[in-house]
């Protein structure tokens, strides 16, 4: 007699304990970067050994895993993506996946410093769309927050994207005491030039110098001021993301909010994120995570890797815990952001 077929999951869609599947995934390539922005990164930051880093040719497979389990886009993430050396050569790959329908979309955030020289890259290789983190328009408040003089090398990379014709997407962390008062400015600059641009809330993670709650801005407050000015509309529009999009009075560009500190909407989250190690993070706010480089390496078992993801989908909770309670933030993770791959 037959023995019949276990079904295994791993043919299926990756779906979590909530039902929700799981179709984006952020990746980081690299722990290393040229800004070592406060929030972020210590100024002495001790970056990995090379050898912990998985291989480009391991960054793919693994995508490649993930496509099979029914993730449609990849956004590539660090540290500073375009930093890590042969980066076009998985970027390329991934484009011929979206060529081919595999893929919806392959994207990354990047800091824009090498944006000019890779620019075109980019687009030939199948970028859209890249996500570009400025935090201030001016000189020495960059140089401050990021600790390097590199705003032109920035302002000249997103205009190179913009030539390319890439659809650009601004990041900003809002701060108190930082770029609180130029916020406004900054949608200014951006929605005129048909940038989306979206605000941040500092999250509590890693140690970093100073304390955290210093320059934590809610953006309830930052939202009612920018109303009054620009007359936001809230829409439906949505990227999959976290973030709650307003149109910017008659402007071709949208305000996001990503506010996980005053408002969570984990509900309809759809990703998870692999760090340049191979770990997968189920949740930004939650520090359990699965080892994906041994499932990658291991000999003998060709299930290990969807063996893996399975259990770590079992893993992922329904939403994180950063908050602030009595003035303080909770829910602190011990990673940097750097590490996970914002
Ligand atoms: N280097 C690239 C960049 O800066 O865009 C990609 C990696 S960076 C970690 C991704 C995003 O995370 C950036 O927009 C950055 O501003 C944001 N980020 C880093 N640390 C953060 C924190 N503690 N809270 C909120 N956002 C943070
Ligand atoms: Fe580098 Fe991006 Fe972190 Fe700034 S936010 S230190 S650019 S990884």
Not at 71 to 85: D, F, M, Q, W, Y
Not at 102 to 124: C, F, I
Not at 129 to 138: A, G, P, Y
Not at 262 to 290: A, K, P, S
């Amino acid at each position: 007699m037959d023995v019949p077929v276990k079904p295994t999951l791993h043919d299926g869609a990756l779906t979590d304990q909530f039902g929700r599947k799981i179709t984006y995934l952020r990746l980081s390539v690299t722990d290393r970067c040229d800004l070592r922005c406060h929030y972020c990164m210590a100024e002495d930051m001790v970056f990995l050994p090379k050898s912990n880093v998985l291989t480009l040719e391991e960054l793919l497979e693994l995508s490649e895993a993930f496509m099979k389990r029914g993730v449609r886009r990849i956004r590539l993430t660090g540290g500073e993506p375009l930093v890590r050396k042969n980066i076009l050569w998985l970027i390329e790959a991934l484009g011929r996946h979206v060529t081919s329908g595999e893929l919806d979309e392959v994207t990354l955030t990047t800091n824009g410093t090498q944006l000019p020289k890779m620019a075109n890259d980019l687009y030939r290789a199948g970028v859209r769309r890249i996500n570009v983190s400025l935090d201030t328009l001016d000189n020495d408040q960059f140089k401050t927050i990021s600790r390097r003089d590199r705003l032109d090398a920035v302002l000249n990379g997103i205009e190179a994207a913009k030539a390319a014709g890439l659809q650009v997407k601004i990041n900003t962390v809002a701060m108190k005491g930082f770029n609180e008062e130029e916020i406004p400015d900054l949608v200014d600059w951006a929605t005129s030039q048909d940038f989306d641009i979206t605000l941040i809330e500092t999250m509590p993670m890693g140690d970093v110098e100073g304390n955290r709650e210093d320059s934590y801005l809610p953006l309830t407050a930052v939202k009612a001021a920018l109303d009054s000015q620009f007359s936001l509309q809230s829409t439906d529009y949505r990227t999959g993301g976290p973030a709650r999009y307003y149109s910017v009075g008659d402007r071709n560009a949208r305000l996001g909010l990503i506010t996980p500190l005053t408002n969570n909407f984990c509900e309809g989250c759809n990703r998870v994120r692999v760090t340049c190690t191979g770990r997968i993070y189920m949740c930004l706010g939650q520090d359990d995570h699965i080892d994906l480089r041994a499932a990658l390496r291991a000999e003998g078992n060709p299930n290990a890797l969807d063996e893996a993801l399975d259990t770590a989908m079992g893993l992922k909770p329904r939403g994180h815990d950063f908050a602030v309670s009595d003035g303080k933030m909770v829910g602190k993770v011990h990673r940097h952001m750097s590490h996970t791959g914002g």
